[in-house]
């Protein structure tokens, strides 16, 4: 294994996030707390409780959630788009590295910037809300694992991407929707009984549930079939890669 | 112009390094592998576009070879499919005896290659890019090594800064320079002089001179003729996804190249003498001069027998003058056949 060769595109993506902390950190950190502040803070003040759970501590599972999924997928996707948009990409494709350990090294560091950023963002919730964590493991490999899977996601999108505006697409026209309905304002339950079902055609849900039992010990599908879905979902995303590097998909002609 | 030579041969021009290596394969006991090895290579793309036909060809560990060819005759094809950045259609390519495809790691570890585009991160410092590239292919890190190439190619001083303040010229030694950071066995040059200045150039081939003499294969393709004429100890030239030629440069100039006698008359001509209408004879159009080509290799009777006619008939002349064509000459003959 090219281990020096993982480390290489590791560091170099590292040194990115580095280069751009206002970018990477402090902008998706920024966002996501004025959530905190005006519907937990502000709006949840006067709302009533789900599942007992106050609104403001109830929300911050699927908005840690949305700033994973669209960070892990736009760390990776723009990594791996970026060498191709400057033709940097020849240096890659010509090292003496496996399509195993190019992943390792982008998908890798992309998911280790969203799972730093997760982290402060759920230590800046702290400010606004109270909230509790129940099962730290749990909510830590779920973090971990949605953000290797969404970044994953990601490096597929910017392998596909041929312009900027499709590296945006999917992450604006398909995840940010899904993440709203699939339940980080509100429980499914609180949903009429077709809505009910259609939402559990939605990834998403599987994720936000998963995350919030973590936090609370309720959700709304069974966290085995959250930790389940979520392994599928790996899985699909791993398939993509391997067909991707086997066929040469945009990266080889 | 057929294949006139298809057959891999060491070049005259680097003599102690075919020695070492003849020492080696000896010692060894093993026959002598050329350092690149491209086998009935085809490339077809999706589009049905046959960019490589069947291309052969051998290049010996410690030359340099040249590639010609016009725009789009397969140069970038075949130096991509070598370094692993296209796929092969069909055929077999070996990089330092390695098949480049079931012992890839092996082969791209071999070489380094510095692409005709200037492809850079812009906002990466020159050592974190050079060291970039050692690490990417399997090196660890090795700030001695890394000093050494940045201070030989002159980017020293520009250690800290930022590529997109480099200027193009020191853009392009640092693509030689991250070519350069894993101590490759082979290096491939995709025209690496275009848009340098003359100082650069010069500075250039000095380097590869000087790679040459540690015995590191270099394959160089060019569009400025003069840089293979001065540089190159094989020449290949590609036309059509084809390698229509393979020589030594120094024979391949001996046999395709033309010579040129001028004579210059002391009187006018109106037209060519009939003695000499089976002659390759031309006249200005100012009916001043004599033009005589004939082939280098050719005996040189001609000439004599030139000389002889004009004598014969009292046509005087007052200078002589003779000119061998260039490798561009040639160039420019052999593709447009």
Request: hydrophobic share 45%.
């Amino acid at each position: 294994m090219n281990l020096y060769g993982v480390r290489a595109i590791y560091n170099f993506e590292m040194a990115r996030m580095r280069r751009t902390l206002m970018q990477s950190v402090a902008s998706p950190v920024i966002s996501t707390s004025l959530y905190f502040v005006v519907f937990g803070s502000a709006i949840g003040s006067r709302m009533g409780e789900i599942n007992d759970i106050s609104y403001g501590a109830f929300i911050i599972p699927g908005l840690v959630m949305l700033s994973l999924l669209m960070q892990s997928i736009s760390n990776a996707s723009f990594g791996i788009y970026m060498p191709k948009f400057s033709g940097t990409i020849y240096e890659v494709l010509s090292a003496p590295v496996s399509y195993v350990e190019v992943v390792l090294g982008y998908v890798g560091a992309a998911a280790t910037k969203s799972v730093i950023l997760g982290v402060i963002i759920l230590m800046t919730a702290r400010l606004f809300v109270d909230y509790e964590v129940l099962h730290p493991f749990w909510m830590f490999a779920f973090l971990v694992l949605t953000a290797i899977t969404f970044s994953l996601f990601g490096f597929i999108i910017g392998i596909w991407a041929d312009g900027f505006e499709k590296l945006q697409i999917i992450p604006l026209m398909i995840v940010t929707p899904l993440v709203f309905l699939g339940g980080t304002f509100y429980s499914i339950d609180m949903l009429p009984e077709i809505w009910q079902t259609i939402s559990l055609f939605n990834p998403v849900v599987y994720l936000i549930s998963g995350f919030r039992w973590a936090f609370y010990g309720v959700s709304d599908v069974h966290v085995g079939i959250s930790v389940g879905m979520t392994l599928l979902f790996l899985t699909a995303c791993m398939v993509g890669v391997w067909w991707i590097f086997k066929t040469g998909y945009r990266l080889r002609s | 112009m057929g294949i006139i030579a298809t057959e891999a041969k060491l070049s005259n021009a680097a003599p102690v390094v075919r020695k070492c290596c003849a020492l080696i394969h000896h010692q060894q006991d093993k026959p002598v592998q050329p350092d690149i090895s491209v086998k009935h290579l085809n490339k077809v793309y999706a589009d049905g576009f046959r960019a490589l036909n069947d291309i052969n060809l051998d290049i010996e560990r410690g030359e340099i070879f040249a590639l010609l060819g016009p725009n789009g005759a397969g140069k970038t094809t075949l130096i991509s499919i070598i370094c692993g950045i296209a796929n092969i259609s069909s055929g077999e390519v070996k990089a330092a005896g390695y098949d480049i495809v079931k012992d890839y790691r092996k082969a791209r570890e071999s070489i380094g290659l510095v692409p005709q585009e200037l492809h850079t991160d812009s906002f990466e410092t020159v050592w974190g890019a050079v060291s970039f590239s050692r690490g990417l292919f399997g090196k660890p890190p090795a700030p001695d090594h890394i000093e050494k190439i940045l201070k030989e190619l002159s980017l020293w001083d520009k250690r800290n800064n930022r590529i997109m303040s480099l200027s193009g010229g020191m853009k392009r030694r640092l693509m030689i320079a991250k070519a350069l950071s894993h101590e490759p066995q082979i290096l491939f040059l995709d025209e690496p002089t275009a848009g340098v200045d003359v100082e650069l150039r010069r500075d250039m081939w000095d380097m590869v001179r000087k790679l040459r003499e540690k015995g590191v294969t270099i394959i160089l393709t060019t569009h400025y003729i003069e840089e293979a004429e001065e540089m190159a100890d094989r020449i290949g030239v590609i036309r059509q996804g084809e390698i229509i030629l393979v020589e030594d440069k120094a024979q391949l100039m001996s046999k395709l190249g033309k010579k040129e006698l001028r004579l210059h008359l002391q009187h006018p001509l109106e037209t060519i003498p009939r003695q000499l209408a089976l002659e390759p004879v031309e006249l200005s159009k100012d009916g001043y001069e004599l033009i005589y080509t004939f082939d280098s290799q050719q005996e040189q009777a001609g000439v004599a027998r030139l000389l002889r006619t004009l004598g014969d008939l009292d046509i005087e002349y007052r200078d002589i003058q003779t000119r061998e064509s260039s490798l561009e000459e040639i160039f420019v003959g052999l593709v447009n056949e």
